[in-house]
């Protein structure tokens, strides 16, 4: 299947005049050789692809350009090199009522700080890209309430941001970006702002979102466990260049570089790795017993791990179908933490 | 630390401004021309620029506005503009206000409607004080007998602040999206900003007919810079998000700026109103000087035939105006929406609006039957013109109070201000210019010196030395003597937890009156000569003083205070070697604006007679001599701009230096 979001070689450069210095640049020219020049690689040769339906969650320290990259997908930013295609089509190609064509009927964004306007009421925000597509004031209104209910912010459409807490004012944004029905969806840290305990309550009420609407998104977050909970895949930036877009198994079990296994490093792996990840291949080996669940967390197996007494025990898929074996050691070394 | 490196900086560049040579060859080349001149043995071409090297400047300048107003045909557009749309708003809310004998024929809308309208406008923006304050304001007007004058005053104001509110919101804009009309505009600003108001007058006279259309178009173009200034700062400050919002909700880029940057950016364009209207007060009283009638031009005449008493009320009338109209804008900036419950009948959401209107329509009605609430005429007002006028004058007879003021006009005038006066004119020219220079590579570095210098040597062949001069040295010893009051005065405030935000209220509030308010306690004490023109502009520049040494001493950062603590400073120690170091650059802004606004005041005291430019350039409008006019409002901006540019510098790099932009 064709995916949704496909970036190539993307670069993105900060600096005074950016398309020539790419086009004179020598290959391989590393970050901060390209900053001594004067120029602030936001994005260093990205390519990834976005499947249909697909949770991607970028992850990074601050200023490795998470950001700038969802900014290029959308053409908030105007890519330096390389070309991304949205459904097929080469979005740097489009001209300005293309893109806006393209925003109104397939993209919603959700912000760290919320970008709320603070002269509109809850009401007028989400209803804000309908408007501006032009539909009238009876259809508009019908469905921002809908949107609005779906957040859970009925009774409050009359409120203006101010008058909202953190937490409800990012509902707001999450409206809004939803008011639309869009199929791609982009979320930059939208829950950083908020404490703790709104996180978790907002994480858990994005989880139900997603599983109704079933939308492709590109998630930005910096905060491990979060990343953890929602991704399909994540990508693991730095210094504008991606480092590893891989399972969150993958990830923690096999990093690609030094950065990206000191980045996991401190991560509880039980809670992350499932059965599915230790499984190697049968190689001729007898089975015995019951499989255990591939989908199942190292961590949920805990208990039986302990009581079991075959040393190499059989994995299966969804299906029941064995698909390799776990050796009881691995499993228990990544539990314990002897590994 | 923080505290021996604000010391070590502090002794550096007082280190390196004595060695500086360019500082000792300017200096010393003003000292050698001077002592020459003391000799006798000057060139006289180095006392004074000959009169026949002198360009004929003013000449060059009526050829060409005779050009552009005749042949090109300039002033049919403005005559244009002027009898058509202008003069028709004109006329209009003077017949509302006053009932000028005009289309729509409505007017004159009684005194007690209008004051009961505006007080649930103020109640709504601000509660109760803001109703009293707002009602009150037209209640006096109307009772002490000026109602029909202030309402001239106000039919031109209605007019001019809405046209330099979108004037200026157009030109922000345009300055905002588009880099070269920011290039071009920014240098058009500074010079307007400096030019005396008398420049904006005559040729608004001469293009737009004398009266109120002229005193219209002079009052826009005063208020549009700030209106230009608050809508780019506004533009930029838009949060990025909310920018990216709007883009990512599909905005074309004419929604993206009228439903997302333009509402986003209220609070600053509702400043930029804020500022407008009271520019527009500030101008349309000074419009008095080109025969616009109303409480400018009443004020001038009483002043004028000594009327201290009717002078004074009228004083109180202007300066509530300006009080009300500051307070209200302000309040406006504040109010923020909020929702009204779910279920609101629909008369209870518009509650103020309807309250209003009902008032104004009960009192149009009762006015019709009842004289009182219509109009109050000369006989029924309770103006206390001459007893106020008799009691002033008592009490400035009294033996003790007469001896003061006697005693510190002579001292004033023969011990300090004849004999600066005649050393500054004894200066040979080219001395002068390098004394400035000097004065502005000490103060501001190269770049405003070179400014400087160019700019007192086009003065110098501007033909008007000699008044400029009196100009400069009448703004120096009214700096000077400010400084001597407004920064201890600050210090002082500074100390205290309470004193602080009352004086900066005082000095906030006495910054809204319109310049011309200040003349009158000067003539009432002093008279009209150059003492009282001195202490008017010491008056008026003493506030921005104490108002910015406050300011600057209470935002020095604690840690650095602490610090100072730490290491065991005295108070006085801290005070001297912390504080007002630190405090410096933002006093140095206090100073920069206290020598504009002495320039500013300067001009207009030359309704007091002096000698200098001001006075010059006031006889230009009754002879209606634009090239001259020019010329020397241009000395005043170009003054004006040398001490601008070096003050600002000087400030810009000490707050780099301390790290504190
Ligand atoms: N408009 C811009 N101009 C110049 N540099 C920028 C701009 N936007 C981002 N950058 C730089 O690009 C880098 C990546 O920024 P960003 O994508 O915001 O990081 P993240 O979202 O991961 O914190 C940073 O070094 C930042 O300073
Ligand atoms: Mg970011």
């Known amino acids: 299947m064709a995916p949704v979001i496909s970036a190539k070689n993307v670069w993105k450069l900060f600096g005074p005049d950016p398309e020539r210095y790419l086009r004179d640049m020598p290959a391989d020219r590393g970050f901060d050789e390209i900053r001594a020049d004067g120029y602030i690689a936001g994005v260093k040769d990205v390519s990834v692809d976005v499947g249909k339906g697909e949770m991607l969650v970028i992850m990074g320290l601050s200023g490795s350009g998470k950001s700038t990259l969802v900014r290029c997908f959308s053409r908030l930013h105007d890519i330096t090199g390389g070309t991304i295609e949205v459904d097929g089509q080469d979005i740097m190609s489009l001209n300005e009522r293309d893109l806006i064509d393209l925003r109104r009927s397939k993209m919603g964004m959700v912000f760290q700080s919320f970008g709320l306007l603070p002269h509109r009421t809850v009401l007028e925000n989400v209803a804000f890209p309908l408007e501006m597509r032009g539909q009238d004031r009876h259809t508009r209104r019908e469905r921002a309430l809908e949107v609005v209910r779906l957040v859970g912010l009925e009774g409050r459409e009359d409120y203006f941001p101010r008058e909202l807490s953190g937490g409800q004012q990012q509902r707001v944004g999450i409206a809004r970006s939803l008011a639309i029905e869009p199929d791609i969806w982009f979320l930059d840290e939208p829950f950083s702002a908020l404490d703790p305990l709104i996180r978790r309550e907002m994480q858990d009420e994005f989880l139900r979102l997603q ?50 296994r000191k980045f996991t490093e401190d991560i509880d792996k039980a809670r992350v790795v499932h059965a599915r990840g230790l499984s190697l291949p049968i190689n001729g080996a007898t089975v015995e017993g019951p499989p255990v669940d591939g989908r199942a967390r190292i961590q949920d197996l805990a208990r039986q791990l302990v009581n079991e007494t075959r040393e190499v025990i059989p994995v299966a898929d969804e299906d029941g179908k064995v698909i390799g074996v776990m050796q009881r050691k691995d499993a228990l070394d990544l539990l314990l933490g002897a590994g | 630390m923080a505290v021996t490196s604000t010391a070590d900086i502090g002794g550096h560049t007082d280190q390196s401004a004595k060695r500086d040579p360019v500082l000792i060859g300017l200096l010393a080349a003003a000292f050698v021309l001077m002592a020459a001149y003391a000799l006798g043995i000057l060139p006289t071409w180095l006392y004074r620029v000959p009169e026949e090297w002198i360009p004929p400047t003013a000449e060059m300048l009526d050829v060409v506005f005779a050009f552009v107003q005749n042949d090109l045909g300039l002033i049919h557009l403005t005559r244009f503009i002027a009898e058509g749309p202008l003069e028709f708003l004109l006329d209009a809310t003077a017949n509302l206000l006053y009932g000028k004998r005009r289309w729509p024929y409505l007017g004159p809308i009684p005194w007690t409607a209008i004051a009961a309208a505006t007080a649930v406008l103020g109640y709504y923006l601000g509660g109760w004080k803001m109703a009293a304050l707002a009602g009150g304001t037209f209640v006096w007007t109307a009772l002490i007998g000026q109602w029909d004058i202030a309402m001239q005053t106000m039919s031109v104001l209605i007019v001019a602040a809405p046209f330099a509110f979108l004037i200026g919101l157009l030109l922000g804009i345009a300055a905002w999206k588009y880099k070269w009309v920011d290039r071009l505009i920014k240098p058009i600003l500074s010079i307007l900003q400096t030019l005396p108001f008398f420049t904006y007058l005559l040729p608004a006279v001469i293009f737009f007919k004398v009266g109120p259309t002229a005193g219209a178009v002079a009052t826009i173009i005063y208020a549009i810079p700030p209106m230009i200034l608050m809508t780019t700062l506004g533009l930029k400050k838009v949060s990025p998000e909310v920018v990216e919002a709007g883009k990512m909700s599909g905005c074309t880029r004419w929604q993206m700026l009228t439903r997302v940057y333009l509402p986003a950016a209220r609070t600053e364009l509702l400043v930029g109103v804020n500022q407008v209207i009271m520019l527009c007060l500030a101008m349309v009283v000074l419009t008095a000087f080109i025969g616009m009638p109303g409480l400018g031009a009443k004020l001038l005449a009483m002043m004028g035939s000594f009327k201290l008493g009717r002078s004074f009320e009228i004083g109180i009338t202007i300066v509530l105006f300006a009080i009300m109209l500051d307070r209200l804008s302000k309040a406006w900036v504040e109010k923020q929406p909020y929702h009204h419950e779910k279920g609101t009948p629909w008369w209870q959401q518009h509650a103020y609006l309807l309250g209003g209107v009902a008032l104004f329509v009960i009192f149009y009605i009762l006015a019709q039957f009842i004289d009182f609430f219509a109009e109050i005429g000369r006989r029924q007002s309770f103006s206390k013109g001459k007893e106020i006028d008799k009691a002033i004058k008592g009490f400035l007879a009294i033996e003790g109070v007469n001896a003061v003021t006697d005693w510190l006009r002579w001292f004033l005038n023969v011990k300090v201000l004849i004999p ?11 001395a002068f210019i390098l004394l400035i220079t000097a004065l502005t590579y000490w103060i501001g570095g190269k770049r405003p010196a070179i400014w400087g210098f160019i700019f007192f040597t086009i003065i110098a062949f501007s033909g008007w030395w000699d008044r400029s001069v009196i100009t400069l040295y009448t703004v120096i010893s009214a700096v000077i003597i400010s400084m001597l009051i407004g920064i201890p005065l600050g210090v002082f ?7 602080p935000r009352r ?4 000095c906030d509030t006495a910054q809204t009156f319109p310049s011309f308010i200040y003349l009158i306690p000067a003539i009432m004490l002093f008279g009209v000569n150059d003492v009282a023109v001195v202490f008017a502009i010491v008056i008026f520049t003493t506030v921005p003083l104490t108002r910015y040494t406050i300011e600057g001493l209470r935002t020095v950062p604690p840690e650095i205070t602490e610090a100072a603590d730490m290491s065991g400073a005295t108070r006085r120690q801290k005070r ?35 000698q200098d430019l001001g006075q010059e350039l006031q006889r230009t409008l009754a002879g209606t001599e634009l090239g001259k006019n020019i010329v020397l409002g241009l000395n005043v901006s170009l003054m004006a701009l040398t001490f601008d540019l070096a003050v600002m510098s000087w400030a810009e790099n000490r707050k780099k230096v301390l790290g504190l932009t």
């Open chain 1, 211 to 260: 599983e109704m609407l079933g939308k492709t998104i590109v998630f930005i977050t910096h905060d491990f466990d979060e990343a953890l909970r929602l991704a399909d895949r994540i990508a693991i930036m730095k210094d504008g260049a991606i480092e590893q877009c891989d399972t969150p198994d993958e990830i923690v079990m096999h990093p690609a570089t030094e950065y990206v």
């Open chain 2, 420 to 430: 600066f006066r005649n050393s500054l004119l004894w200066i040979p020219t080219s």
């Open chain 2, 493 to 499: 405030a500074a100390r205290s937890a309470k004193w």
């Open chain 2, 503 to 506: 004086i900066l209220l005082a």
């Open chain 2, 576 to 610: 001297w070697s912390v504080q007002l170091p630190m405090a410096l650059p933002t006093m140095a802004v206090g100073f920069n604006q206290a020598i504009m606004f002495a320039f500013f005041m300067v001009i207009i005291a030359a309704f007091i007679g002096t």
